[in-house]
């Protein structure tokens, strides 16, 4: 199979039900996605899934996971065989999904391609855990045994943002497929043709009609009503942390499971005795990679007062070095932000920053000139001083603006780490690694990293404390976030009258 490549605008997309591609524009509603580099280039155009339509997907993938098990829950081979078979597709069509990418939400195509392939990575990665998802067994003084199996949770409701499409949707779908679940997927409007072509692959490389149905809808609906539907088993979402809140609230009346990806407020920690060159590197990529937009992204320094200035002469050395224009230019660094009405919200937070007398030390609007006059820049943005109650120091932008902050003690800096609502992700940059492993313990968020920023890899763990979320993606835990758990009892005493029966029974 080929990926459409970006000669061939508008990218159509429609649902996928049990196989069948959903083309009937008359009795749904459509939807058309603009290049946030271009507002007047058309890139996806969709026919998106209707309430019924979202049934019927959750009803396909019912019927093949509770189909028989030679076709899909216990068919290992076949099973091991598509999810590696998906990550070679994904590397195979890397050039024309980059560029999908690129368009769908304006990520630099130098970031786009390297995204493909931490996407494939991770499907390679479950394949071989599949048939590896060990229980555990225990034999009773009696003889009996009681054996603990880790068993596909079912149908997931799979709902991802659209900020890494490919990705999101990997640490999801790949997990899930591995250990033998179907999936309903629900994509971002904004990344409609992106989470299509994952299904299609997934198509292509073997997956049976109906174990990975597609339903793309703009309207909250969609999602709401794969999150109510009795016939999904868990619920994998990621999102924003005012939706997680809903979705949650959505399944418990079901009392599905549910993982929750969601927002961060992720805290970088520079001490004095920091490599500061090393730190200014590691900071301005964690803070803008992917204009900001990354549930990971650090949106705080947190820096020690006697290295503040040094450092943030370097972050601006670096970042006068990096272009901010076309995502499809190799060189740029700094592409778009997703969405007219997030360049709004970002300059929103800044104007009311500047009305409360912050200081903006770089950046802090629209870039000036024609090259940025058709799409949704804003310029990288640090804002100096922040007092630890401003809305910039305590809730999420999701865009390139960084909110500094000084601290004189380790004390100081574990509190001004741990005072928001969220904990997702931290970094922390010091040469004395004792103070680093401490401080780290004391800092309530899912991912560290001690002298380095926005490492992922599927041998670790993704996932928030707090407000950022619950459950854990990549590595096993993610396998067992697909999991229920089932003891079997099985007798070893031969009897008839068991002990335990003399309860309630005459001998
Ligand atoms: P969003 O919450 O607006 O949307 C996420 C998904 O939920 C989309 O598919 C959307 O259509 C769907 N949705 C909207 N309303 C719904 C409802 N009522 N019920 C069910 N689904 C519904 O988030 P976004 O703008 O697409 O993504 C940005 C957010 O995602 C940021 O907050 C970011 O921090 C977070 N995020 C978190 C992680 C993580 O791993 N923790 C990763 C990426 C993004």
Redesign the pocket.
Same mark, same amino acid.
């Given at each position: 199979m080929a990926t459409p490549g970006p000669t061939q605008l508008p990218y159509r997309v429609s649902p996928v039900i049990a196989g069948e591609s959903i083309t009937d524009a008359a009795s749904r509603s459509s939807y058309r996605r603009e290049n946030p580099a271009d507002v007047h280039q058309i890139v996806t155009d969709t026919v998106e899934a209707s309430l019924a339509d979202v049934r019927a997907a959750v009803q396909a993938a019912r019927d093949i996971f509770d189909g028989p098990p030679a076709n899909w829950t216990q068919n290992t081979q076949l099973r091991r065989q598509v999810l590696l078979e998906t990550g070679r597709l994904l590397r195979e069509n890397t050039e024309a999904l980059a560029q999908m990418m690129c368009l769908e939400i304006g990520m630099p195509i130098r970031l786009s391609r390297p995204h493909i392939s931490a996407a494939a990575d991770v499907f390679e990665f479950y394949a071989g855990y599949v048939g590896k998802s060990y229980g555990s067994a225990i034999q009773l003084p009696d003889g009996s045994m009681i054996d603990m199996l880790r068993e596909p949770v079912g149908v997931v409701g799979i709902?991802?943002?659209?900020?890494?499409p490919f990705k999101?949707a990997a640490r999801k779908l790949a997990p899930a497929l591995a250990v033998g679940c179907t999936v309903v997927v629900?994509?971002?409007?904004?990344t409609n043709a992106c989470t299509q072509e994952l299904i299609r692959i997934l198509a292509a490389a073997g997956a049976p009609d109906g174990v990975a149905n597609f339903v793309p809808?703009?309207s909250?609906e969609? /999602?709401?009503a794969?999150?109510a539907d009795p016939g999904v088993d868990k619920i994998s979402?990621?999102?924003?942390? !005012?939706? /997680?809140v809903?979705?949650q609230k959505?399944a418990s009346d079901t009392l599905k499971r549910t993982s929750l990806?969601? !927002?961060?407020k992720n805290p970088c920690l520079v001490f004095e005795d920091a490599d500061l060159a090393a730190a200014a590197n590691g900071l301005t990529f964690g803070m803008f990679l992917n204009s900001g937009?990354?549930?990971?992204s650090v949106s705080r320094l947190i820096v020690h007062r006697s290295v503040h200035d040094e450092l943030l002469t370097r972050v601006e050395e670096i970042l006068a070095g990096l272009r901010l224009g076309s995502p499809q230019d190799s060189a740029t660094s700094f592409g778009p932000v997703v969405a007219k009405s997030q360049q709004e919200r970002i300059l929103g937070f800044l104007d009311r920053a500047r009305a409360d007398g912050l200081s903006i030390r770089i950046g802090g609007g629209v870039p000036a000139g024609a090259a940025y006059s058709n799409g949704y820049f804003v310029e990288p943005t640090i804002v100096d001083d922040v007092p630890p109650t401003h809305e910039l120091a305590q809730d999420?932008v999701?865009g390139p603006v960084l909110a500094v902050l000084q601290f004189e003690t380790d004390d100081e800096a574990v509190a001004l780490a741990n005072d928001t609502a969220f904990g997702?992700t931290a970094a922390i940059w010091t040469t004395d690694h004792a103070r680093g492993l401490r401080v780290a313990r004391r800092v309530r968020a899912g991912t560290i990293w001690i002298n380095d920023n926005y490492q992922q890899n599927p041998e670790g763990i993704?996932?928030?404390y707090k407000m950022?979320?619950t459950g854990r993606?990549l590595s096993p835990h993610g396998l067992y976030d697909m999991t229920e758990v089932k003891e079997i009892y099985s007798d070893g005493t031969g009897l008839a009258m068991k002990p335990l029966y003399r309860q309630v029974l005459n001998d």
């Open positions: 709902i991802v943002p659209w900020n890494f999101q629900k994509p971002s409007p904004y809808g703009a909250p969609i /999602g709401a794969l999150t979402f990621t999102g924003s942390t !005012g939706v /997680g809903m979705v959505s990806e969601l !927002g961060g937009q990354a549930c990971g999420e999701f997702l993704w996932g928030g950022s979320g993606e």
